[in-house]
Nanobody, 120 residues
Framework: QVQLQESGPGLVKPSQTLSLTCTVS??????????WSWIRQPPGKGLEWMGA???????YYSPSLKSRTSISRDTSKNQFTLQLSSVTPEDTAVYYCARAKGRGVLYEYRGQGTQVTVSS
């Protein structure tokens, strides 16, 4: 059973960079055929796919967020991270990390999510 757990600050100031880490257990992020993804859900809105890192380390980003998003990984810790720069209050959301077989909001396993609020 693959388990994912998000961690990071719950409050970020406008214009700063949001940084979250996903720790994976029960499976290696280097196992082929999967996308290790970040998905978010703003209050009152649907799920939004932000981007992913593949088993080879290749990265993929939503066109709408590409200029502000960076996803990386630490295979020694079986973790992958999200950085979202120049945040605004519109980036307030519950952020999830997930394992998927494709790029998008559909996933096989997902973390419980972490609330991030952008406010001064």
């Amino acid at each position: 059973q693959v388990q994912l757990q998000e961690s990071g600050p719950g409050l970020v100031k406008p214009s700063q960079t949001l940084s979250l880490t996903c720790t994976v257990s029960g499976g290696s992020i280097r196992t082929g055929g999967y996308y290790w993804s970040w998905i978010r859900q703003p209050p009152g809105k649907g799920l939004e796919w932000m981007g992913a890192i593949g088993s080879s380390g290749s990265t993929y980003y939503s066109p709408s967020l590409k200029s502000r998003t960076s996803i990386s990984r630490d295979t020694s810790k079986n973790q992958f991270t999200l950085q979202l720069s120049s945040v605004t209050p519109e980036d307030t959301a519950v952020y999830y990390c997930a394992r998927a077989k494709g790029r998008g909001v559909l996933y096989e396993y997902r973390g419980q999510g972490t609330q991030v609020t952008v406010s001064s």
